[in-house]
């Protein structure tokens, strides 16, 4: 029963990391994350709100490898990562499962490389035009059960028509992308939904009764003005870059006479699409120099839920999204464990010892066996608000396990990672995200350098990280070297 309060894990952990429990103030929220911080042209398109930012890449690679090598991004969700450190001439790869940022990710690739002017064209010729004039009345957006009704019927009937003008009248498959790319941005400006912390919230407009049926999201735009302004944006910020990259080569052509396009393609990110739990395996051990990444939180955020609009627009199926959402790292409280289908995967590999290696240091994270403890005991006495709390906390550090293994193998001697990651709560009782993650890093053979701190402070020290509701949970970058 002694076991039920303990803290004795945590403590003995946060002993083990206190020194390396640094607040750096250069890293304040808005350098991590997408809100209020000052985004690139190109990331300012879509707002992908767990987003980080360019400049906080920018800033680890220059502080921690200024040569370029090869970088990996193992939930590049819009490709920050991946784009940041290509500009500064990287080799970079990404791993996303969602559709979103996979689209996102894509359509920022042609951008890069499209032809501005003929973009500008096609603007100009859809300017002229009446797109309405293109809505089939056969045409239908694929809704999922929680988008149906989120636009009203002229918006929607304004979004088949524009998608049928694209499919039909623009050849060119990139400036095709980039079209269907502006449409996707808009989908909440045009719609009765806005994305608010863990669900899509209805404005009282929609005449869907969720919530308490008073929220007013204001203006929603139209159709057309909403489309207009996205062309208009993507459009003017495409020609500043041009202008940028120009300057840019000039200045480059002198020194190493090499041509703009050629520095376009050289560093195009590569992408996979799926999990990284099973892409990370494939991948060449010792071959990769930089890992940045923020994987998702164990904060029951779920992508699928948020993103609903943006996925029924890439024609995700009901069934499609069901099976998305079981196959992200577990963070939510419907998502099933993974043990076995990850026995057999490593099994089907010959890589049976490596699964027993894994899935023992998962068993003997003694820290991250003590919360567990804990959250099943408040579990059973009724203290949280849902019960699949303990079996999603279990399982999204039993397959960081997974991730954090592979990362260690497939680093170079002296490789970095980068990692973003928040500390959570569940019924008051603090579950120490940073501590557990490093700690398991540590058994897989990496050496944890910082955990920097974000915003105002260290968070609790160890006398408090028990059960107190109130204290700061620490938001941080973990720093681990190979
Ligand atoms: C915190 S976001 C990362 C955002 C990213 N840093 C950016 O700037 O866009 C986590 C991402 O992990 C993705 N994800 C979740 N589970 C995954 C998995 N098993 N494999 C690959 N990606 C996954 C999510 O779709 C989401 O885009």
Same mark, same amino acid.
């Given at each position: 029963?002694q076991l039920?309060?303990?803290s004795?894990?945590?403590?003995?952990l946060y002993?083990k990391?206190?020194?390396?429990? @640094?607040?750096? &103030?250069?890293? +304040?929220?808005?350098? %991590?994350?997408?809100?209020?911080?000052?985004?690139?042209?190109?990331?300012?398109?879509f707002?992908y709100?767990?987003?980080?930012?360019?400049?906080?890449?920018?800033?680890?690679?220059?502080?921690?490898?200024?040569?370029?090598?090869?970088?990996?991004?193992?939930f590049?969700?819009?490709? &920050?990562?991946?784009?940041?450190a290509?500009?500064?001439?990287?080799?970079?790869?990404? @791993?996303e499962?969602?559709?979103?940022g996979?689209f996102?990710?894509?359509?920022?690739?042609?951008?890069q490389?499209?032809?501005?002017?003929?973009?500008?064209?096609?603007?100009?010729?859809f300017k002229?035009?009446?797109?309405? +004039?293109?809505?089939d009345?056969f045409s239908?957006?694929?809704?999922l059960?929680?988008?149906r009704?989120?636009? &009203?019927?002229?918006?929607?009937?304004?979004?088949?028509?524009?998608?049928?003008y694209?499919k039909?009248?623009?050849?060119?498959?990139?400036?095709?992308?980039?079209?269907i790319?502006a449409?996707?941005c808009i989908?909440?400006?045009?719609?009765?939904?806005?994305?608010?912390g863990q669900y899509?919230r209805w404005? !009282?407009?929609?005449?869907r009764s969720?919530?308490?049926?008073?929220?007013n999201k204001g203006? @929603?735009?139209?159709?057309e003005?909403?489309?207009n302004?996205k062309?208009?944006?993507?459009?003017?910020d495409?020609?500043?870059s041009l202008v940028?990259?120009?300057?840019?080569?000039?200045?480059l052509?002198l020194e190493?006479?090499?041509t703009k396009?050629?520095?376009?393609?050289?560093?195009?990110?590569?992408?996979?699409e799926?999990?990284?739990?099973?892409?990370?395996?494939t991948?060449?051990?010792?071959?990769?120099?930089?890992?940045?990444?923020?994987?998702?939180? %164990?904060?029951? $955020?779920?992508?699928?839920?948020t993103?609903?609009?943006?996925?029924?627009f890439?024609?995700?199926s009901?069934?499609k999204v069901?099976?998305?959402?079981?196959?992200?790292?577990?963070?939510?409280v419907?998502?099933r464990?993974?043990? !076995?289908?990850?026995?057999?995967?490593?099994?089907?590999?010959?890589?049976?010892q490596?699964?027993?290696k894994i899935?023992?240091?998962?068993k003997?994270?003694?820290?991250?066996?003590e %919360?567990?403890?804990?959250?099943e005991?408040y579990?059973?006495q009724?203290?949280?608000?849902? +019960?699949?709390?303990v079996?999603?906390?279990?399982?999204?550090f039993?397959?960081m396990?997974?991730?954090?293994?592979?990362?260690?193998?497939?680093?170079?001697?002296?490789?970095?990672?980068a990692?973003?990651?928040?500390n959570?709560?569940?019924?008051g009782?603090?579950?120490?995200?940073?501590l @557990?993650?490093? +700690?398991i890093?540590e058994?897989f053979g990496?050496?944890?350098?910082?955990?920097?701190?974000?915003g105002?402070g260290k968070?609790?020290?160890?006398?408090?990280?028990g059960?107190?509701g109130r204290?700061e949970l620490r938001?941080?970058? $973990?720093?681990?070297?190979?």
């Amino acid at each position: 029963m002694q076991l039920i309060s303990s803290s004795n894990q945590r403590n003995e952990l946060y002993e083990k990391f206190k020194l390396k429990i @640094i607040h750096n &103030s250069y890293l +304040d929220r808005t350098l %991590v994350s997408y809100q209020g911080n000052k985004q690139t042209p190109f990331s300012s398109w879509f707002k992908y709100r767990e987003g980080f930012s360019e400049r906080l890449v920018t800033y680890l690679l220059q502080t921690f490898k200024p040569k370029p090598g090869v970088l990996i991004d193992p939930f590049s969700g819009v490709g &920050s990562s991946l784009f940041a450190a290509s500009a500064l001439g990287w080799q970079t790869t990404g @791993i996303e499962l969602l559709p979103v940022g996979l689209f996102a990710t894509q359509a920022r690739i042609i951008a890069q490389k499209i032809d501005v002017e003929l973009l500008n064209l096609e603007i100009t010729k859809f300017k002229q035009i009446n797109f309405q +004039d293109y809505y089939d009345q056969f045409s239908v957006f694929n809704h999922l059960a929680i988008t149906r009704g989120a636009f &009203s019927s002229i918006n929607e009937e304004q979004l088949i028509a524009y998608i049928s003008y694209c499919k039909n009248i623009i050849p060119n498959k990139d400036i095709n992308t980039i079209f269907i790319y502006a449409a996707f941005c808009i989908l909440e400006d045009i719609s009765y939904t806005r994305k608010d912390g863990q669900y899509l919230r209805w404005d !009282n407009r929609s005449g869907r009764s969720k919530g308490n049926g008073k929220f007013n999201k204001g203006e @929603i735009l139209s159709f057309e003005d909403a489309i207009n302004r996205k062309l208009k944006q993507i459009i003017s910020d495409l020609k500043s870059s041009l202008v940028q990259l120009n300057l840019f080569s000039e200045n480059l052509l002198l020194e190493l006479a090499t041509t703009k396009s050629s520095i376009v393609e050289k560093t195009k990110p590569k992408l996979y699409e799926g999990s990284c739990l099973e892409i990370l395996p494939t991948i060449q051990e010792n071959s990769v120099d930089f890992v940045i990444t923020s994987p998702p939180y %164990v904060n029951r $955020y779920d992508y699928t839920r948020t993103y609903a609009l943006e996925l029924a627009f890439l024609g995700c199926s009901e069934e499609k999204v069901k099976s998305l959402r079981q196959q992200m790292l577990s963070c939510t409280v419907e998502n099933r464990g993974k043990c !076995n289908y990850l026995e057999q995967f490593y099994t089907i590999r010959n890589r049976h010892q490596d699964f027993l290696k894994i899935d023992s240091t998962f068993k003997n994270q003694a820290a991250l066996q003590e %919360v567990l403890i804990v959250l099943e005991n408040y579990k059973k006495q009724g203290k949280l608000n849902n +019960d699949n709390i303990v079996r999603m906390v279990g399982n999204y550090f039993y397959e960081m396990c997974f991730v954090i293994y592979e990362l260690a193998r497939i680093l170079k001697s002296g490789g970095i990672v980068a990692m973003v990651n928040d500390n959570v709560r569940y019924a008051g009782e603090e579950v120490p995200v940073d501590l @557990i993650l490093s +700690d398991i890093a540590e058994s897989f053979g990496l050496k944890t350098r910082y955990i920097w701190t974000l915003g105002r402070g260290k968070g609790n020290s160890s006398q408090q990280m028990g059960n107190h509701g109130r204290t700061e949970l620490r938001k941080c970058v $973990y720093i681990w070297e190979k």
